[in-house]
């Protein structure tokens, strides 16, 4: 009886261990909106051709898969440099003991199957974007490439993978011409690269102990900064550009307008990872995603209703 206990409690422990490994509650409030604006996208600019069905559901869960995938092997190859630092140790499951790195390797692995099966029931478009987001899911951290060791090709790999293909996988659902939607793309891309630099600054003393030669060691952290703002800017301009295009509902700017307020009800002192906010850019990360989130939900029931 007492070895029975202890088994329950050690698969237990390693069930757990694997769910905090997926780390979907980081992913899961950019993976969802980015996945339902690309088939948003995909009726208003085809309106003749196109018309939202299952298939939402299943890029979207095939998405997240992937998404969770990138992370899994991203702190699985990361344990060593994390064991460097208490809470980043205590924050990484296989640093940690809860689970060992072959378990995680496996669980990928069966993850991102999962995913290429539902991509591939999705439609061959978005077969090819998934392929790739996977490919880039695992060269991104994986010790043998390790795409994020390498200046400007980290940012690139980065916004690619956990913004522009994940949007562009939603809109491949339904069409495979994206024409003028393409500066959607971009635009997303450059709030993922803010994204990717603003990681890069926070844990900038970490990854130089840890001989990470990543774009903000080489840069600085001024530049990086600079560069950081500079790219929200042209994500920025990108939306208006595309608003002039016709590719948005104008109806959907009463969404941030009417819950513009949470930025002062809600004022966290943290970021989307939930670590110290480096600045003001970081304390409203959570709440513009929740307001991102809100509004291609409703745009998503307004073209199910139309």
């Not at 869960?61 to 992937?66: E, S």
């Not at 991509?119 to 998934?130: C, H, P």
């Not at 913004?163 to 971009?186: I, K, N, Q």
Request: glycine share 6%; hydrophobic share 50%; charged share 15%.
């Amino acid at each position: 009886m007492k070895q029975d206990t202890t088994l329950n409690r050690s698969l237990q422990t390693r069930a757990v261990g694997l769910l905090r490994l997926s780390r979907w509650k980081e992913h899961i409030l950019f993976t969802v909106p980015l996945t339902v604006l690309g088939a948003n996208m995909a009726e208003t600019y085809r309106p003749e051709s196109v018309t939202l069905n299952w298939h939402i559901l299943t890029v979207t869960v095939a998405n997240i898969l992937a998404v969770t995938c990138a992370f899994m092997v991203n702190d699985i190859e990361d344990a060593p440099d994390d064991a460097r630092e208490a809470a980043r140790a205590a924050r990484n499951p296989v640093t940690c003991g809860e689970v060992s790195s072959h378990e995680g390797w496996l669980a990928a692995i069966l993850i991102s199957l999962l995913s290429l099966a539902l991509y591939a029931w999705v439609s061959r478009a978005a077969f090819g974007v998934g392929v790739l987001t996977l490919a880039l899911s695992y060269l991104y951290s994986w010790r043998v490439v390790r795409l994020k060791a390498y200046p400007v090709v980290d940012v690139a790999s980065h916004a690619l993978m956990l913004s522009s293909l994940l949007f562009l996988a939603g809109y491949y659902a339904y069409d495979d011409t994206p024409g003028s939607v393409w500066l959607v793309a971009l635009g997303v891309g450059l709030v993922s690269v803010y994204g990717q630099l603003y990681n890069q600054l926070r844990d900038y003393d970490m990854d130089r102990a840890a001989g990470l030669h990543n774009t903000a060691s080489i840069l600085g952290p001024t530049t990086t900064r600079r560069l950081m703002y500079g790219s929200i800017g042209l994500a920025v301009l990108c939306l208006l550009i595309t608003v002039q295009l016709g590719l948005w509902p104008l109806w959907l700017i009463l969404v941030p307008a009417l819950m513009a307020p949470l930025f002062f009800v809600f004022r966290p002192n943290t970021d989307m990872r939930g670590t110290e906010a480096i600045d003001a850019s970081g304390r409203i990360q959570l709440g513009s995603m929740l307001i991102a989130n809100v509004a291609v939900l409703i745009w998503l029931v307004a073209n199910l209703l139309s």
